[in-house]
C-alpha cells in the first residue's frame, strides 16, 4: 500500500470496528478511526498507532472535518469502512419513530455521508468500500429486528447500487452480514444469565451451534480492502453461522 493512502473505518472505538482497526494496524495500513461517545477507548487505540478522530457520523459535517484533518495530513483515504451503527429494537406495533430515526440516521445515512465525504479520495486512488451490513438486512426470524432489518437492507441495496454506479471509477463496494456477535451492542445492560440464555438461544439459531467474535468478521474486511479481492464487487457475503432462520424463502 502506498505510504500516502489510509484506510478509514467508522465506529472502531468499540466491538467490531475496533477489531478490524486494530488487525488492519498489525498488517501494516495506515488506519484512521472514528469514535463518537467511547472517548477512552480512542485514546487507547492510539496508543496502538490507530489515529482516532472524533465524529458523529450522522453529521455530516464531523465527517468533512475529519476528512479535512486527514487531506491536512497529505493523507488520501483509498479504503472506506461504514461500521459505526446502532440497534434499537422493536417489534412492528411498538414502533418508536425517534428511535428508528435515530438508526436511520446512524446506520444508513451514516453510510451515505462518509462515502460521499471520501468519494474523492476513493476516485483518486481506485479504492475499496466495505459496508458492515447484518444478516438481519437479508431477513431473519430474530425478535424485534425489524427497524433495525430495514436500516441494513437499505446498507446491502446501497452496496449493489455503489458498485454498480462508481465501478467506473475502478471502486469496489462490497458488505460483511454478521450473525449475532459478542459485543457491547449485544450484551450491554444484561445479565451474565441473560447474555447465557441470548446466546444459548443464537447457537440454536446456527448450522455450526456457536455464537460470533469480532474476529469473525474482520479477516474478511481485510481481504475486501486488499487487491486479494480485485475481481469482487457489489457482493454481501454473511458471517453468521450458518443461520437457519432466514426469511428469504429461497430468494
Ligand atoms: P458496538 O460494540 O455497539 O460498537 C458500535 C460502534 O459504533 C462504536 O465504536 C460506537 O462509537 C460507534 N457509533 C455508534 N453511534 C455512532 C455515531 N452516531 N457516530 C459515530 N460512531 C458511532 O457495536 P458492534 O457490534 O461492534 O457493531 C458494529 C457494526 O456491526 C454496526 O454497524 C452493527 O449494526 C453491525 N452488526 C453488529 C452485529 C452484532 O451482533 N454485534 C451483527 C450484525 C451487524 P462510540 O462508542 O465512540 O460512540
Redesign the pocket.
Known sequence: MDSSHAVLV?????????QIAIDLVKRGYIVYG??????E??QELTQTGIHMEK????KRE?LARVREKIEGEGITVSGLVN?????KLMNFENYDETAFMEML???LM?TIYSTLEFLPHLKRTRGSIVN?????GIGTAAEGTTF?AIT?SSVIILTKRLAFELGKYGIRVNAV??????????V?GKSQEEVERIKASFRSKTSLGIT?K?SD?SPLVVFLLSEDSRYMTGQTIVIDGGRIDNLTHGV
Do not use: L
Not at 467508522?10 to 470496528?17: A, E, K, L, V
Not at 465524529?55 to 450522522?58: C, N, Q, T
Open positions: 467508522t465506529g472502531s472505538s468499540r466491538g467490531i470496528g475496533r472514528t469514535y463518537n461517545s467511547s472517548k477507548n480512542a465524529a458523529d457520523v450522522s464531523d461500521n459505526a451503527g446502532i440497534m440516521k446512524i446506520n451514516g458492515i451490513a447484518s444478516n438481519a433495525y441494513k452480514a454478521p450473525g449475532w456477535i459478542e459485543t457491547d451492542m449485544t450491554t460470533g469480532p468478521i
